[in-house]
């Protein structure tokens, strides 16, 4: 049975019994025209359902009526008739060797055709295969050195990571080597160094600044000329990356100024850090910008802390 026949039934029994809960309502109406209004509602929804049946229950609705009103219902067969008049005359077939081969020639051409063009794509189909034979090889070559990648990989990841730990552990036991009364006396001639600082000028400062680079190992250091530098003072390398360094003697805190000409200066000059040098300290508007720009700042501490490793 189909699906929607089902369904088609199954809307027609709630139809059903919604036409016959109305004309139970009409007995209870008290108004003739709530009652006409139900039975023209109850007519409805009965044409309504009548048109859903399919169409085999609605032959069987019909069958009913008929039988109800008994009205005879008329089968009709149909009736096959025969023809004397047809005859069929069997007739020999003859033909000749020579008209059989001029018949057959283009079929018999047409049929080598297209047997070439059937070894021709076998052929195709071999070489395809050999390719894809071809091509599954290198595929597992390419995946069995994918995995010694990999290998070599974690490999070359471990042995940084043991590097890592070894620096690590050889800066632990040169700290171990610092005894506290050395780290005293280059605290003090830190601080010696500063009040020293303190009364340079921004030349002075400059050229101090490019003997601490040099002695903590930078390289290619150059002190920018001209008006045009964009705050810029110094120029240096360490390794592969390259600094511009903005000088500052101050003897307030350094403000927000000072870090966006770092900033320009670093665009400047194509380097990838930029740094602003002081031997005082910065405003808090300055360490934001610098966090957002990424800029660093070494204030009189950090110079301090410079000055004792690079023992200038």
């Excluded at 076998?122 to 990999?150: G, W």
């Excluded at 160094?193 to 002695?215: M, P, R, S, V």
């Excluded at 511009?244 to 805190?253: E, G, M």
Aim: aromatic share 10%.
């Amino acid at each position: 049975m189909k699906i929607s026949h089902f369904i088609r039934r199954f809307i027609w029994v709630l139809i059903t019994l919604k036409i016959i809960n109305i004309v139970v309502a009409v007995v209870s109406m008290q108004t003739i025209n709530n009652q006409l209004n139900a039975l023209c509602i109850a007519f409805t929804m009965m044409v309504i359902g009548y048109y859903i049946l399919p169409k085999s229950d609605k032959h069987f609705i019909h069958t009913i009526k008929n039988n109800l009103s008994r009205h005879q219902t008329y089968t009709f067969k149909k009736t096959h008739v025969v023809s004397n008049q047809m005859t069929y005359q069997n007739r020999a077939v003859d033909i000749s060797r020579q008209q059989y081969q001029a018949q057959s020639t283009p079929y018999l051409n047409e049929l080598s055709m297209l047997k070439r063009q059937l070894d021709e794509m076998n052929e195709r189909i071999e070489s395809q295969k050999a390719y894809r034979n071809q091509l599954s090889k290198q595929i597992n070559e390419l995946n069995i050195k994918y995995q010694q990648l990999n290998e070599l990989t974690t490999q070359y990841n471990s042995l940084v990571e043991d590097i890592k730990r070894l620096q690590d552990q050889k800066d632990k036991l040169a700290d171990a080597h610092v005894t506290d009364e050395y780290q005293s006396f280059m605290d003090y001639q830190s601080k010696q160094k500063l009040a020293t600082i303190d009364n340079f000028d921004g030349y002075q400062f400059e050229t101090f600044t490019c003997d601490l680079l040099k002695a903590l190992g930078f390289s290619d250091i150059k002190r920018t000329q001209g008006s045009s530098d964009f705050g810029v003072d110094v120029y240096a390398k360490n390794g592969d990356t390259s600094y511009v360094f903005q000088c500052k003697l101050y003897a307030s805190p350094v403000g927000i100024k000072a870090v966006q000409e770092a900033n320009s200066g670093r665009s400047y000059y194509n380097c990838k850090k930029a740094v602003v040098i002081t031997n005082s300290y910065f405003t808090p508007h300055a360490i934001s910008a610098s966090e957002k720009l990424d800029i660093d700042l070494w204030n009189r501490d950090k110079l301090a802390s410079l000055i004792a490793e690079a023992n200038v």
